[in-house]
């Protein structure tokens, strides 16, 4: 048999296992010292590395702006999540009169006027879809749109206008498809090549949002958008030089552009150099105190100052404002775990959960929480989720080994002590904590055996040599306790 099929070695010897998995009444004992913090720590995330949204065409009559998505790079870095509003389209091409235009109700009853006389007029059914669009009746506009082009009666006007009315609603692929359209009839259409941009990043086709992009910066070179969208999509193609240009070009157009300024300070970041990050965030800090990334910049510093106020304000503001919110919620749930406000670090995890059900991370800390507040049940199934995607994964095994010991499962705790052996963890806290239940059942000999395991693989450990004192002092071995207990005395550096 090989190596890797032994069973790693457990410190228990068996008359200790049959004891252990016994039925053998309680008896009460002396309270031994205190056991130290938790066997396992809160784990935070990261700072998240988010880039910046494209910007994604939309109509203007649309009150609520286009999505936003978010990235994560291959490798986090220390960087921030921004948001950036989306530029407006041009409005609907109407083929009627400007003064109709600023009355699309009237206008409106003007169209029906006509086509009740003449039902199938094309012109009138176009002025028609032109008015509901404006109104925002898009369903209408839409069915009258698509009669027109069954019967040929294509324009550019009329192919125009669907791209702005799908791009307000998100349809993304029937705006594609209208601008291909559009570009058989008019190859310098920058309308549709901005809507074949948008279509591109919303799909992730960073290649393709790469070309049209390069294609409108050329066509208009003080275009914003276009200069924006291209640094996007070259960032994701990992082109960090050119990136950089392209962002460039953007804040020469848009010099207070906080989306602009942020995505730079990612790709400087990315390129290892950190005093052009530091300066173009100190710019974004200029520009707008409560961006994304300054909050989370100061969030982060506030912790490592040990600020936990200032930096839970930070995090507050973050998720008020929407930013980043699975990382933030989880980094503001670890604090409130850290000064032991429980339930609301298990909102905060559940939140993070929320937006990501199977980050390992906010699952991790969730059970913790669970833990803490009493609910093993609903510890264990939460840890075990965690075991489930990540069976390697050694703070899950050692929490649900501390839940399991605690509940006296030792069946269930020998076996995960057993899988982190195997993983060459030290198991000090486990034979600790376990020779604390053997203290607190009487059983003494079997305690004084688990202390001195904990001592063999954390000799420094004070409360594990005050324990074994006491324990081998009920023993009736009198010498071995005071040595014991002189050394727990003394500094940890003499021992």
Not at 40 to 45: D, G, P, R
Not at 180 to 185: A, F, M, P, T, V
Not at 276 to 298: M, Y
Not at 317 to 343: I, M, P, T, V
């Amino acid at each position: 048999m090989s190596k890797s099929d032994e069973k790693a070695p457990l410190f228990i010897d068996e008359s200790l296992l049959e004891s252990l998995l016994g039925n053998r009444p309680e008896t009460p004992a002396e309270s031994p010292a205190p056991p130290p913090a938790p066997v396992t720590a809160v784990k935070v995330a990261p700072v998240p590395v988010e880039e910046p949204a494209p910007q994604i065409i939309k109509s203007e009559a649309a009150e609520a702006s286009a999505p936003e998505y978010e990235h994560e790079p291959e490798a986090p870095v220390a960087a921030v999540p921004i948001q950036v509003v989306n530029p407006a389209a041009p409005e609907p091409a109407a083929a009627v009169c400007e003064a109709g235009c600023k009355d699309p109700e009237g206008t409106l009853r003007a169209f029906e006027a006509l086509l009740a006389e003449t039902p199938e007029d094309p012109r009138a059914m176009f002025g028609k879809a032109v008015m509901l669009q404006l109104l925002e009746r898009d369903e209408e506009a839409l069915d009258i749109y698509e009669r027109l082009l069954a019967k040929s009666m294509e324009s550019q006007a009329l192919l125009a206008n669907m791209i702005s009315l799908s791009a307000r609603r998100g349809e993304w692929e029937q705006a594609e498809v209208c601008a291909q359209r559009l570009l058989d009839l008019d190859p310098d259409s920058t309308q549709a090549i901005e809507a074949l941009t948008s279509a591109a990043l919303v799909r992730q086709d960073w290649q393709a949002a790469s070309e049209y992009a390069a294609e409108l910066t050329r066509k208009n070179p003080d275009s914003f958008e276009a200069w924006f969208n291209l640094g996007v999509a070259r960032q994701h193609l990992k082109l960090l030089v050119e990136a950089i240009k392209a962002f460039e070009e953007a804040i020469r157009l848009r010099p207070d552009s906080v989306g602009a300024h942020t995505a730079m300070t990612l790709l400087y970041e990315a390129g290892k150099e950190p005093e052009r990050a530091a300066a173009e965030l100190s710019r974004v800090a200029e520009l707008d105190p409560l961006a994304p990334a300054v909050l989370w910049r100061d969030a982060v510093a506030a912790e490592d100052r040990r600020e936990i106020p200032r930096a839970e304000e930070c995090f507050q503001k973050l998720l008020a404002a929407e930013a980043g919110e699975s990382q933030a919620w989880l980094r503001y749930g670890c604090l409130r775990f850290n000064r032991a406000d429980f339930k609301g670090a298990r909102e905060c995890f559940e939140r993070a959960l929320a937006a990501d059900p199977d980050w390992v991370d906010a699952q991790l800390n969730y059970g913790l929480s669970c833990w803490k507040l009493g609910d093993s049940d609903a510890a264990i199934s939460a840890l075990g989720k965690v075991l489930a995607r990540e069976p390697a994964a050694v703070d899950g095994l050692r929490a649900l080994a501390a839940i399991h010991l605690e509940r006296r499962d030792y069946r269930e705790a020998l076996e995960l002590q057993s899988r982190l052996a195997k993983l060459g963890q030290p198991i000090w806290a486990f034979s600790y904590n376990l020779g604390l239940l053997h203290q607190h059942a009487g059983e003494i000999e079997a305690a004084a055996q688990c202390y001195q395991k904990a001592l063999q693989d954390k000799p420094d450990f004070t409360d594990a040599l005050v324990n074994l004192g006491q324990a081998l002092k009920g023993l009736g071995r009198e010498e071995e306790a005071r040595f014991c207990l002189e050394e727990a005395a003394k500094p940890a550096g003499a021992r």
